[in-house]
């Protein structure tokens, strides 16, 4: 086999052109692929197929089922690409059986409550403001806050949201997810359309230049650690014990949409999610839904004697 060394750049180029992966998906594969070479680069071990075996076998005892999980898929498309491109005439993982266990890690939500009293608290300091910069930057706090909960975007997505991608006129927002892959998505509750159109009213100027939606007190693109710091902020203004993160306003809006009943593939598709596999991970986590459901609906309940 050629120099791994060699292979990985033009490979993390082939992906990055042609299946248009997101930055943090080329970050792990770099970081993946990297180890793996600096692993076979001190290996006396002649078979390739030994090699990878003994190497997933350390990656269990170093990492968690997720982490390894994910090295192997790195390790798995680079070894198809090698395939593909005539570099490796044996795919090794054509021989490999790799079966293992991952535990479910159930989503984390924010009860209903503890974000009415974190909005609670936004609208109120938006009241108590004393100057105008005080004032623009709680206006953007809420707009932010309102639209993770509204959408169920991820924190990245947020963060790169261009001017174009915002229709205020029909209430639409054009969401680019991972994979590059679009999802447009409706703003329907009056309060978060009234956060999102004085947001842009105040800011429209330094929007247009800056590029993206979202912007700091320099004119910069919002980072995602800014919005967790707002997060924190908020949190512990309204009093809220519960550490709360941008992920988790996502983890609620689709179990409580699945709690009203809300057709899981519709929860899918505005998630942004490749595979039901993914979005049925919220079916584990709306128990209350399932008490009322056998309160109510089990046909024992209507029998009597």
Known sequence: MENLHAIIPTYLEYVQNYKRLDEKTL?????????????????????ITKIIEDYIS???????????????????????????KDITEINPFNKIQIRFREPVILPKTIPLHLIEALL????KQKTQTKTFHEYNCIVRDIAVIEL???????????CTLKPGSVDLIDQKILILGKGRKERQLQISNPDVLTAINSYYSIF???????????????????????????INKYTTIAGIDLHITPHMFRHSFATLLLEEDVDIRYIQEMLGHSSINVTEIYTHVAISKQKT????????NKLSW
Do not use: W
């Open 27 to 47: 970050k792990a594969y770099r970081i993946d692929l990297k180890q793996f070479n600096v692993y076979i680069s001190n290996c006396t071990e002649l078979s």
């Open 58 to 84: 350390g990656l269990h005892k170093q990492y968690k089922p997720k982490t390894v999980k994910r090295k192997i898929a790195s390790l798995k498309a680079f070894f198809r690409y090698m395939e593909y």
């Open 120 to 123: 609670s608290a936004l609208y």
């Open 148 to 158: 993770l909960f509204a959408t169920g975007m991820r924190i990245s997505e947020l």
């Open 204 to 230: 429209k100027d330094k929007i247009k230049k800056a590029g993206y939606y979202f912007i700091n007190r320099l004119g910069h693109r919002l980072s995602e650690q800014s919005v967790r710091n707002m």
């Open 293 to 300: 459901i056998l309160e109510t609906k089990h046909p024992r």
